[in-house]
């Protein structure tokens, strides 16, 4: 089992950059593979950015690729997700989410992710 603790979600204004911390903890933390996702009030969770199960690939969602990236610090056991020029359309509760599934390329479906830390508001005001 794997806890999972976001950190840095704030109130920010449009354009700003902001960069959410997600700090693993708990035995065999090797064997989870990360992401983030966001969720709004009313809406389902959906995928923001992950890593590949071995660690070497990393896929940002379409429409926010050249804004947000993903990385880690694997001494640490932490992963970021580093956002720049936010927008209003980006405020939302962002989680950090752990899954054992061994499949190539990146898992974007929330259910596949088992766990999940308690997530990180972000508001960005206009």
């Known amino acids: 089992q794997v806890q999972l603790v976001e950190s840095g979600g704030r109130l920010v204004q449009s354009g700003d950059s902001l960069t959410l911390s997600c700090a693993a903890s708990g ?15 009313g809406s389902e969770r959906t995928f923001v950015a992950g890593f590949s199960r071995d660690g070497t690939g990393t896929y940002v969602t379409d429409s ?12 640490k056991n932490t992963v970021f997700l580093q956002m720049t020029n936010l927008k209003p359309e ?6 950090c989410a752990g899954h054992e599934l061994d499949a190539p390329g990146v898992v974007t479906t929330p259910g596949i992710y088992r766990y999940w830390g308690q997530g990180a508001q972000v508001t960005v005001s206009s």
């Open 64 to 75: 926010l690729k050249g804004r947000f990236t993903i990385s880690r610090d694997n001494a």
């Open 90 to 95: 980006d405020t939302a509760v962002y989680y």
């Open 27 to 41: 035995r065999d933390v090797n064997r989870y593979t990360l992401g983030w996702f966001r969720q709004v009030p």
